[in-house]
Nanobody, 116 residues
Framework: QVQLVESGGGLVQPGGSLRLSCAAS????????MGWYRRAPGKEERELVA????????VYGDSMKGRFSISRDGAKNTVNLQMINLKPEDTAVYYC?????????WGQGTLVTISS
């Protein structure tokens, strides 16, 4: 079972930037897809933030396009999420996800709070 550990969350003012990192316990190229999801306060479902496929292509949630950028570092086995122009509605717990042969693994989440 892969271990995913997120880091980089915190409190940021609106308009600010933040970089999240997800460290995997094995090669990130073991996975068909790795990405980030988030659960906003008071909501039950997690929504897609961004995901990067094995071939390097990326997909983003609609409200994140142009503001968020996902990348990966094979040498460090990390997947990173650069977020700019953050808005209060980006406040959520952000979860790292990895999918391998139809099975999903999740990190414990890191809290991102956008507030002045």
């Amino acid at each position: 079972q892969v271990q995913l550990v997120e880091s980089g969350g915190g409190l940021v003012q609106p308009g600010g930037s933040l970089r999240l990192s997800c460290a995997a316990s094995k090669s990130i190229f073991s996975f068909n897809r790795m990405g980030w999801y988030r659960r906003a306060p008071g909501k039950e479902e997690r929504e897609l933030v961004a995901a990067i496929m094995y071939d390097g292509s990326a997909v983003y949630g609609d409200s994140m396009k142009g503001r968020f950028s996902i990348s990966r570092d094979g040498a460090k086995n990390t997947v990173n999420l650069q977020m700019i122009n953050l808005k209060p509605e980006d406040t959520a717990v952000y979860y790292c996800n990895a999918e391998e042969w139809g099975l999903d693994a999740w990190g414990q989440g890191t809290l991102v709070t956008i507030s002045s």
